[in-house]
């Protein structure tokens, strides 16, 4: 049984920050691609971060660049987001994503085969 169980959303003010993390069970992703997407109400889930199989290259929406960090941590099977300088329109569902296919990258939805459950984040003004 493959999980992604993200934790570490909360509420937090404007221009605070917050560490999300993903720990992945079942079976390895060290070989993977691995990114962090976020889903607002009544909006498409978008990707907001992603990391290579080789953990190179990071990805990052330019609403977030300069802000988000995403890195892995290869030992312990887990995937973190770190968010500095939130912003209240950063108020979103987020949710940890892998490929199922080694050696490859994620760049939307339609490459991704493991999901989390979500955590939520709410920024406020």
């Known amino acids: 049984q493959v999980q992604l169980v993200e934790s570490g959303g909360g509420l937090v003010q404007a221009g605070g920050s917050l560490r999300l993390s993903c720990a992945a069970s079942g079976r390895s992703f060290s070989n993977n691609a691995m990114g962090w997407f976020r889903q607002a109400p009544g909006k498409e889930r978008d990707l907001v971060a992603a990391?290579?199989?080789?953990?190179?290259?990071?990805y990052y929406a330019d609403s977030v660049k300069g802000r988000f960090t995403i890195s892995r941590d290869r030992a312990k099977n887990m995937l973190y987001l770190q968010m500095n300088s939130l912003k209240p329109e950063d108020t979103a569902v987020y949710y940890c994503?892998?490929?199922?296919?080694?050696?490859?990258?994620?760049?939307?939805?339609?490459?991704?085969?493991?999901w989390g459950q979500g955590t939520q984040v709410t920024v406020s003004s």
């Open positions: 990391i290579s199989w080789d953990w190179g290259s990071p």
């Open positions: 994503a892998a490929d199922t296919k080694p050696y490859g990258t994620i760049r939307s939805s339609r490459t991704v085969d493991y």
